[in-house]
Structure formats: structure tokens, C-alpha cells
């Protein structure tokens, strides 16, 4: 059983702060969907209005089609798992699992049948007399989604719960928490600042910041045709050369940077006049001569071996810096530290977006 | 390195000093129970004896104040730990201009001498009695006013253990356990309430003590019944008995035995957690081979 | 009673005020976590944690503050007389502080009872920094954590003694035929015993003795937070162990040591069993004056002025004193 989650021109304000201005989504029940953007940007204060710790100042929040205004967490047909997890400490693994069958006065021997289920869920079996403290970081993730899972919510809401683990664990998390999702089949909203994890996971991932969603879409659409300058910044690595925009037609403009005059792609329309962006991302610039209007002059000024990628990083005119991003395989010789280099690019991997805030680092 | 050694020695002699210092008269007094003169002294050592502890049984008017001191710190415990209890949530939750008068309210007890605090609950309530005709009755008498007047102060003392416990409090908890469907009130029976657990007992343990050993407030509050300190006050302004030395005995031996219960469940706890603690490291050990 | 009635009504007019200030400001200022006392803890939980808070601000601490300061304007009177004609409102027993009211002279006797139980109360203070400093400063930056489980035992363990008892057991060691001048009398120091209770020797003793813990705590807590880090660059940089103290320690401190200071200071004055049982006999301790208006004479109107007035100027100087060092009240009274 999954229900969808609709945002309705939500806007949240603590005074005169506004963490959350004017969003409206439609996440579709079953979905996996994230919400990416660095801290600050509002993605917490969406979950807590959908999980029923804040009522928005204005605007609706609906769960499966129902106005949750004025529904309590308590009453919501969401289950959240906590970025601290908030495991209660007192109760034994069993009875954490199954406290919100407590509270709905669900009987012991049931709730003793459902913790032996859900500890199987988990790969916990017969675990459940442990005291939390005795679980490894890992497990206690798992505690956390079977507790969240076992009041059978409609929509889950997961807000950072992998930024405690390490690494190697955390990536092996990711592919749990999907394989978990595919197997209950509900609704999971997601937080995260981590692009890795919203890229890998997602279904659709809605990209925040400063309390505006910036766009919407799947992992690909997001990192491969971003509609604001924030997200190309934000979501990989990218090269702004922002200038004034040249020449425009419906697919491609020209914009005269501090490094000259340079082609893209021009989704959202860009007209002759118009501060613009220009970004080309690290992997899509090559070290070497192409067309005038997709080449530059620089010099290297050093160069980083990352295993599966070398990053090279260069200056150019203006002392700005670039970035090229060589892989393993390319043929590409990489000059040494201070030799001058033309760097060029596909016209279609240049992305022209109007000015805008940029991610920062 | 001889300077670091002189250091240590003297550390040493003054621990040593301090320690005397605390100890010493209670020693001196622990041996005069035990020995024969009717002026308690410790030296000479004439002979050993028991007979003070046996007229310490038989002081009558000791024993009832012990019975009413026993009252009244109940009195005070089930007064002040709800109260302490109440008063530390309310200063979690409370409006934010008014909580720096209500800190000050709340704590002006712990800062007023024990004189006044029984003098103003004696003047006080004996109106409020008598207007409400309740001073024939029940109420006016000197436990119930001393009741009244030491949880006036415990309550502080109990509000002070709560919030100190209240702050390391994990929001998250509470939140958690709403979200999954549980109502205020089961929060706080489920989840707050067996958190501060410890809290509770350390204020049952402290409010009960520090009204037992009271004497400033009690002294103005208590009219014409007596408690356990009364009375000892009583007897030492008359003149001093070995008797007095027996009761503190006792007393010291009370509390060391509390002292080595507490130690040991202590050390429990610890080797639980200890346990615990074993058992994640195993665990988390075992997760990243599996991993691997 | 109309002049004592009106007691009753500061309380609600003060939580009025605030009651109104809250609610104008939320509807001025709407703030989404937000949440009504009663719909967070609940209709049952939330009446009886009021319930209780406020019977215990109200009926014991607030009200019976603000009656004995009105009953302290009020003369001493037979209780039938009590609410009649010659209940007026009066300073009389203020003025009798002053001004001794039976023979019309200056009351050099309770005035200077209170001056010298302040003086010997600051005298205590100091002495107790003293005594307690060193060692809190060796718990909280030296001992290892078993030990100081051991120390704090060996300071909790006396002090479950009874403040009388522990008076008591100090007058044995002090008194004429006591342990003291026995072996100051043996070992042929002196030959008539020294009257250590009469020259208040023991009263300052007993009250040292009965507030240590008192300092120890407050004092602990605070250096204990400090970081070893910093004492030990202090000494890298060649740093004589004095100025650490004085530069580093002391001033980190500081909010601990005005804690234990105001504690002490406030408790030793109003302490009534050591000056009781341990003062020499011509000694008078402020508190005892107030004793005797309440056992002896049946004043107590002027018992009530004569506390307040003790409050008000033990308060006044702490104030003073925090200001003198630069400490905020509020940390003080943590």
C-alpha cells in the first residue's frame, strides 16, 4: 500500500525567515524520490511539513490525495526515520521494532509475531532480546526502517540516515535501502546533500536551495540537462564562464566570456543580450584544438591522478581556473605543469543557463 | 625531578589535611559512643560499651521525632518530585520572555537563608488556615507546615537534578515516538519518563535527605511537634551525651552502607555497558567483512 | 486582612502581563514549530503539570514571601486584634532596627549582630575558597577517574551526617575538657585549657566545616570543564605555577567560584545551628535575634522585618560582589 505526496504551493516561515518558498510537487506513490541540496536549503523543513511537525504558513500538503492540514505527526500515514535514527535506548531491538504497534494497543504475542518478521526483513533473525547499544552502526540502520516499516506507513521519509556510517558501509546501504523499497513497495521520500546517494537511488530527484526547488527530474535529467545555473553548479562537477550572450537561435548560443566567444546548447531560450552561463562539465572538455567557437587558451598548472580519473587543472585567461577531467582510457597526452594548452569541447555538451546563484563549494 | 616529588608529597599531606579535617571530628566522635563516661569522651578509653545505644532506643522523645522526621521527608518527596518533575518540563516548553523570571522564582529557595522560608510559611499559612477555619482543624500543625515549607526548597533542588538530565534529552526520541502514532501523554509515560528514571530516583534520595537533616526551616515550621533534628538540637543546647555520638554512628554507618550499595550498582551498570559496548565492537567488525 | 489580601493578586497580574505578551507576540510573529502547552502534553498531563508548578511558585515560594514582607508593615498585635482598627500599615518595625523603640536609643546591638554575622560570614567564604580550591583544582585536572570516585565519596559520605551532629562532634574535639586542649594540656603547650567556643574559634570552625561541600562542588565543576590544553600551554610558555592559576584557571572559573561563594555566603549567614551550638556565649548571631522575636517575644511582625532586612542586604551584596567581578547573575546561580 503506497500513497502519493502532493505539495501544494507550500511556503514554511519561522519569522521572518523563509526556509521553504512556494513549493509545488507531485511525487507519485511507490516512487523513490530525493530531495538533494546543501544544508540550509529547506529539504529538512519539507520532510518535518510532510511528516506533521510543522504546518506550512501557506499551502496544503496532501498524502494519497487528503489534506493533511491540521493532522498531527501522530495521525499521518508517514513513518520517519531520523537522521540520529532516535532509537529509544531503553527498550530491547524487539521492542523498539514494535512500539508503534504498541501504541495502536496491538497485543503482545502479535507484536512479538510482527518483530520476528520484520528482524527477518532485516537480516536480523532472533536479535530481537538486544539492547541497541549492542548493534553495530549498520544494524541499528535497520532497526531504524523496521521500527518505520512495521506501522505499515503509506509514505516513508528518510532524512540523512546514512551520513553516520562510513564509506564502504554507506554505499553498501544504498543498495539496501533500494532493494528494501522495491520489496515493501511504498512511497520513499528522501534527504540527502550527497548527490551520490540521490543519484543512485532516486526515481526523481528535486534539487533545493535557499528554500526553492530548483528542478525536478530523474538522476540524469538533473546531472545532464540542468535547467538552473545552481543545479549544473551543484549537482557534479562543472566550468562556469558566465558573460553576455551573443548570438542565440532555439538550439544553440553564443556567449562572450572572459575566455572569448563560446557555444551551447540553449535550453531554456537565452536571447542576444541576456548574462548567461556557459558550463561544460570536467569529463566533456578535451585537452587539444577544435572549433573556434568551442576552444579556449589556457595554461596547466597542476595535474591530479584520482585512479579511475586524472584531473587537470588549468588557468585561463584572467586567472581563471578550469578544470579537465581525463579518463583512464583516453589516448590524450597530459602536458606538464606550466605549458600552454588549447582545451575544447562538443558544442552539444556546452550548456547555456541564464545567470544565476552558483552552488557553493 | 625532586621538585615533582615535594609536589606530590605535599598534594599528598594536604589530602591527607583535608580529609582529617573532615573526618576527624566524626571519628573522635564515633569513639565516644563506645566508651563508658557519661561526658562523651574519646580519651582515655576508660572501657567498651553499648549502653548508649541501648538509651538511644529508649529516648522516647528521639524516637517520636525520628517517626516524624520519617513522615515528613515522605511528605516532602512526594510533594517535591512531582513538582520538581512538572516545574521541568514547564521550563523546557515555557513562552521565552517570562523564563528568566520564572528561573528566578523557581530557584529563589536554594537562595533564601532556611530562616526565612520557615518563618514566611509559618506566617502564611496560619492566616490562610484561619481564614479558611482550617486552623482547629488538621492542617495547622507543625508537620504538615514543615511538609510545606522544606518542599518549598527540595522542589528547587528536584527541578535542578530534572532539567540537568532534561538537557542531554534527545529531542529526536520524542519526535520518533509520535511519529509512529504515539500520543503526548504515551510519550511521556513510554519514552520520558523512563529516560529521567534516574533523575527521579537521585531527587527521591536527595529530597528525602535533605529534609531529613533540615533544621533551619523546620525549626520555625514545626510549632510544637518535633522532628529527629529538633529534638538532637534540643539535647545538645542542654548539655552532651555519649548517646548523640551512638545516634551518629548509626547514622555514618547508614550511609556507608548506602554508599557501598551505590558503588556497587554502579559498577554494574558499568560492566553492562561495558558488555554492550563489546558486543557492538564485534559486531561492526563482523559487518565490515561481511562487506568485504 | 484588606492590606494582606492584595498579596495575592501581584501573582496574577504578573502572570497576566505575560500571558498577554505571549499571545500578542504570536499572532505577530507565527512560528511553525510552535506548539500550545496543552496539545503537547496533553489535556490531562498538561492541567496537572500547571497544577502542580503552580501551587508550589504560588503557595510556596511566591505568596508567602510577598505576606511576610506585608506582615513585616503590620504592627504586633493579639490575635483578636488582628484585622481591626490598630492593624495599620507601619515602618515601626523597621524603625526598631534603628532606633531601639523601649529605651529611644540607637540599636548598636542588632545592628552590629548583623554586621558581624556578615563580616564573619565572608571571613568563612574565604576561608572555604581556600580550603576547597586546592583540592577541587587537583580532582578536576589531575586525578584519575577512580580516584575522584573516591574522593567524591569521601566528601559525600560526611555530610549525610546531620548539620547538628556534625556541630555536636566539633564541640567535643573543641570544648574545654575536649580532645584538643586534652592534648595541648599533655603535651605541655598550655596549662589551663583554651576556651575555643568562647573566642569563636568554633563557630568559625563549624560553619567552615558545614558548607565545605558547598564550594567543593560548584568549584569542581567548573575547572573540571576547563581544557588540560590550555594549562599546559600556559606552562610550555614558562608560566610560573602561580600565574597559571591567577591568568589561566582562575579566570575560567570564575562563574563556579561566584556559585560557591554566593552558596556559602548566603547559607552562613542564615545558618542558625553553628552560631547556636559552637558560638561563644556573648555572641550574637543575626539569626538568633530573629529565633528570639519568634520564642521569646512573640514579635513577629518585627522577626519578619528583621529577615527581611537580612535578605535584602545579604542580596545587595552578592549583587555587589558579582558586579565587582564581572559575573552575571545568572551564572552564578546556575
Not at chain 1, 585567461?317 to 582545451?343: C, F, L, Y
Not at chain 2, 492542617?139 to 530534572?162: D, H, P
Request: proline share 5%; aromatic share 10%; glycine share 8%.
Amino acid at each position: 500500500m503506497s500513497a502519493g505526496v502532493e505539495l501544494d504551493r507550500v511556503t514554511v516561515r519561522f519569522g521572518e525567515f523563509t526556509a521553504v518558498d512556494n513549493a509545488t510537487l507531485d511525487i507519485k506513490g511507490g516512487e523513490f524520490f530525493s530531495f538533494l541540496g546543501p544544508s540550509g536549503c529547506g529539504k529538512t523543513t519539507i520532510l518535518r511539513t510532510v511528516s506533521g511537525f510543522l504546518e506550512p504558513t501557506h499551502g496544503h500538503v496532501r498524502i494519497g490525495g487528503q489534506d493533511m492540514s491540521g493532522i498531527g505527526p501522530n495521525k499521518r500515514p508517514t513513518a520517519l526515520i531520523f537522521q540520529n535514527l532516535a532509537l529509544f535506548p531503553l527498550m530491547s531491538v524487539a521492542e523498539n521494532i514494535t512500539y508503534g504497534l504498541r501504541v495502536r494497543g496491538v497485543d503482545k504475542a502479535s507484536r512479538r509475531k510482527k518483530a520476528d518478521e520484520l528482524l527477518d526483513l532485516i537480516a536480523l533473525p532472533g536479535q530481537g532480546d538486544k539492547l541497541v547499544s549492542e548493534l553495530s552502526g549498520g544494524q541499528k540502520q535497520r532497526v531504524a526502517i523496521a521500527r518505520a516499516l512495521a506501522v505499515q506507513p503509506k509514505v516513508l521519509l528518510l532524512d540523512e540516515p546514512l551520513s553516520a556510517l562510513d564509506l564502504k558501509l554507506r554505499q553498501h546501504m544504498r543498495s539496501e535501502l533500494r532493494s528494501i523499497q522495491q520489496k515493501v513497495g511504498i512511497t520513499f521520500i528522501y534527504i540527502t546533500h550527497d548527490q551520490g546517494e540521490a543519484l543512485t537511488m532516486s526515481d526523481r530527484i528535486a534539487v533545493m536551495s535557499d528554500g526553492v526547488i530548483q528542478q525536478i527530474g530523474d538522476g540524469k535529467a538533473v546531472y545532464d540537462a540542468p535547467t538552473t545555473a545552481f543545479v549544473a553548479s551543484f549537482v557534479g562537477e562543472n566550468n562556469p564562464f558566465p558573460g553576455i550572450v551573443a548570438q542565440a537561435d532555439d538550439n544553440y548560443a553564443t556567449v562572450d566570456t572572459a575566455f572569448g566567444r563560446l557555444r551551447g546548447r540553449n535550453p531554456r531560450g537565452a536571447k542576444a543580450g541576456d548574462k548567461a552561463i556557459l558550463f561544460v562539465r570536467p569529463e566533456s572538455a578535451r585537452l587539444g584544438q577544435g572549433e573556434t567557437d568551442t576552444t579556449f587558451a589556457s595554461t596547466v598548472k597542476n595535474v591530479a591522478f584520482e585512479g579511475n580519473m586524472t584531473h587537470v587543472y588549468l588557468e585561463g585567461i584572467g586567472k581563471k581556473d578550469v578544470t579537465v577531467s581525463v579518463g583512464r582510457r583516453s589516448s590524450m597526452t597530459i602536458p606538464a605543469p606550466h605549458e600552454a594548452t588549447p582545451i575544447c569541447y562538443d558544442a552539444e555538451l556546452g550548456i547555456v543557463l541564464p545567470e544565476g546563484m552558483l552552488a557553493r563549494e | 625531578m625532586t621538585s615533582k616529588m615535594i609536589m606530590r608529597g605535599m598534594i599528598g599531606f594536604y589530602i591527607l589535611l583535608f580529609f582529617g579535617y573532615l573526618f576527624g571530628p566524626l571519628a573522635v566522635m564515633g569513639i565516644t559512643a563506645f566508651n563508658t563516661p557519661n561526658y562523651p569522651q574519646a580519651y582515655p578509653f576508660e572501657a567498651f560499651t553499648l549502653d548508649w545505644f541501648v538509651k538511644l532506643w529508649n529516648h522516647r522523645s528521639m524516637m517520636d521525632g525520628l517517626k516524624n522526621s520519617i513522615i515528613i521527608g515522605i511528605g516532602v518527596v512526594a510533594i517535591s518530585v512531582p513538582v520538581g518533575l512538572a516545574a521541568s518540563i514547564i521550563m523546557s516548553q515555557i513562552y521565552h520572555r517570562a523564563r528568566g523570571l520564572y528561573y528566578l522564582v523557581t530557584i529563589s529557595p536554594l537562595l533564601t537563608p532556611g530562616v526565612i522560608i520557615g518563618i514566611s510559611t509559618v506566617i502564611f499559612w496560619k492566616d490562610v488556615m484561619s481564614v479558611t477555619d482550617l486552623t482547629k482543624g488538621l492542617f495547622y500543625k507543625g508537620i504538615i507546615l514543615t511538609i510545606l515549607g522544606q518542599a518549598s526548597f527540595v522542589s528547587a533542588y528536584c527541578l535542578l537534578i530534572f532539567m540537568a538530565r532534561l538537557t542531554r534529552f534527545d529531542r529526536a526520541q520524542e519526535e520518533a515516538a509520535l511519529d509512529l502514532g504515539a500520543s503526548y501523554p504515551q510519550v511521556f509515560w513510554h519514552i520520558l519518563l523512563p529516560y529521567l528514571k534516574p533523575a527521579v530516583v537521585s531527587a527521591v534520595v536527595i529530597g528525602f535527605l535533605s529534609s531529613f537533616e533540615n533544621y533551619n526551616t523546620t525549626t520555625f515550621a514545626i510549632l510544637a511537634d518535633k522532628t529527629l533534628v529538633t529534638v538532637l538540637a534540643g539535647e545538645v543546647r542542654q548539655g552532651t551525651t555519649p548517646a548523640l555520638s551512638a545516634l551518629a554512628v548509626i547514622i555514618i554507618g547508614i550511609s556507608l552502607l548506602g554508599a557501598i550499595g551505590y558503588e556497587i550498582a554502579k559498577r554494574r551498570e558499568q560492566t553492562r555497558a561495558d558488555r554492550a559496548y563489546r558486543q557492538a565492537q564485534i559486531a561492526e567488525r563482523d559487518e565490515v567483512e561481511a562487506i568485504a | 486582612m484588606s492590606s494582606r489580601a492584595f498579596v495575592f493578586i501581584i501573582p496574577v497580574i504578573v502572570i497576566a502581563i505575560f500571558w498577554v505578551m505571549a499571545v500578542r507576540e504570536a499572532k505577530r510573529r507565527p512560528d511553525p514549530t510552535r506548539k500550545g502547552f496543552f496539545e503537547r502534553n496533553g489535556v490531562v498531563l498538561g492541567s496537572v503539570f500547571i497544577a502542580l508548578v503552580a501551587f508550589w511558585t504560588l503557595f510556596l515560594v511566591a505568596l508567602p514571601y510577598l505576606y511576610m514582607v506585608v506582615e513585616s508593615f503590620h504592627p504586633a498585635l493579639p490575635p483578636m486584634k488582628r484585622g481591626g482598627p490598630d492593624d495599620v500599615v507601619t515602618i515601626a518595625q523597621y524603625s526598631s532596627f534603628v532606633v531601639n523603640p523601649t529605651i529611644g536609643a540607637v540599636n548598636w546591638l542588632h545592628m552590629s549582630a548583623l554586621l558581624f554575622s556578615i563580616i564573619a560570614s565572608i571571613a568563612v567564604t574565604a576561608l572555604n575558597f581556600a580550603i576547597c580550591y586546592p583540592l577541587a583544582y587537583y580532582m578536576a585536572q589531575a586525578g584519575t577517574p577512580q580516584k575522584i570516585r573516591l574522593l567524591m565519596l569521601g566528601l559525600i559520605v560526611p555530610y549525610w551526617v546531620n548539620e547538628i551532629l556534625r556541630a555536636f562532634s566539633l564541640r567535643l574535639l573543641l570544648a574545654s575538657r575536649g580532645l584538643i586542649n586534652q592534648a595541648l594540656m599533655g603535651l605541655d603547650i598550655t596549662d589551663a585549657p583554651i576556651d575555643f567556643l568562647g573566642n569563636n574559634t568554633g563557630l568559625y570552625v563549624g560553619l567552615s566545616y558545614a558548607y565545605l561541600l558547598v564550594m567543593m562542588f560548584p568549584l569542581y565543576n567548573a575547572i573540571e570543564s576547563l581544557d588540560k590544553n590550555q594549562i599546559e600551554a600556559a606552562r610550555d610558555l614558562g608560566a610560573p605555577w602561580w600565574r597559571i592559576h591567577r591568568d589561566v584557571v582562575i579566570p575560567y572559573a570564575k562563574p563556579g567560584i561566584a556559585s560557591g561563594c554566593t552558596m556559602v555566603f548566603m547559607l552562613s549567614v542564615g545558618s542558625l545551628a553553628a552560631p547556636q551550638f559552637l558560638g561563644g556565649p556573648r555572641t550574637l548571631w543575626f539569626t538568633a535575634v530573629i529565633y528570639d522575636f519568634f520564642f521569646q517575644s512573640f514579635n513577629w511582625p518585627r522577626g519578619a522585618a528583621y529577615a527581611f532586612i537580612m535578605l535584602i542586604v545579604c542580596i545587595a551584596l552578592v549583587m555587589a560582589m558579582l558586579r565587582l567581578f564581572k559575573v552575571s547573575l545568572g551564572e552564578a546561580i546556575k
